[in-house]
């Protein structure tokens, strides 16, 4: 069975860009939740969507949204791209949203910022 | 604000050595994870403790879980250097804001020979 998958694998852009990332869940998952990893710390939490719609959100600005599709894909936004917005960007699915189930993470995206 | 602390956060140790991380973190929860990752790669899914004295094992790496002293360790037991990686542990919660695993800054492991 596929893993979790994220598109693109890397990604360049300058500041003042928009960029849109891309998640699959594992099949059957039906939320999804995005974190932020900048080098050198560890993963943090930037949204979670379950059966649609945003379940939760992290104190992350308003530049940063995200929304899940009728197939439990989901896409994260982040407009008016900054040089701290470089970072390794990962998705994770579980079973539901409410933290019965496990998390797994996909390969994840690293967003550079120049 | 929950507050997840790792220490050390890094970490030389010979070949063959044995070691523990410890991760302490500020809120009441009965689940916490750990996860491996390698340099530009995902995380990997080391363990998953669900109640206070649970402990598991894989290989040379065992985790054990105290949620009434708010404290988990993952131990190494004679390292070799494929164990060389940064180690992470979280803790979810769930409030307002959703539900989120809460990492800490990570343990950074270097096996040398």
């Known amino acids: 069975d596929a893993g979790v998958t994220q598109s693109p694998t890397h990604l360049i852009k300058t500041r003042g860009q928009h960029v849109t990332l891309r998640c699959s869940p594992i099949?059957?998952?039906?939320?999804v939740s995005w974190y932020q990893q900048v080098l050198g710390q560890g993963p943090q939490f930037i949204f979670q969507y379950y059966e649609k719609e945003e379940r939760g959100r992290g104190n992350f600005p308003d530049r940063f949204s995200a929304r899940q599709f009728p197939n439990y894909s989901s896409e994260l936004n982040v407009n008016a791209l900054l040089l701290g917005d470089s970072a390794l960007y990962l998705c994770?699915?579980?079973?539901?949203?409410?933290?019965?189930?496990?998390?797994?993470f996909g390969p994840g995206t690293r967003l550079t910022v120049l | 604000e929950l507050k997840v602390e790792q220490n050390p956060l890094f970490l030389s140790m010979q070949e063959g050595k044995n070691y523990t991380i410890y991760c302490n973190y500020s809120?009441?929860?009965?689940?916490l994870y750990w996860y491996r990752q390698d340099p530009g790669k995902s995380l990997e899914s080391l363990f998953v403790?669900?109640?206070?004295?649970a402990v598991k094992q894989e290989g040379r790496l065992m985790a054990s879980l105290d949620t009434k002293a708010r404290l988990s360790t993952l131990h190494i037991t004679a390292a070799v250097h494929d164990l060389s990686a940064t180690y992470f542990c979280a803790v979810d919660t769930y409030s307002n804001s959703g539900y989120a695993l809460n990492f800490g800054k990570g343990t950074s492991l270097l096996v040398t020979p």
């Open positions: 994770a699915s579980s079973l539901t949203g409410q933290g019965l189930h496990e998390q797994f």
């Open positions: 809120t009441t929860s009965d689940r």
């Open positions: 099949s059957g998952h039906k939320s």
């Open positions: 403790l669900l109640s206070n004295g």
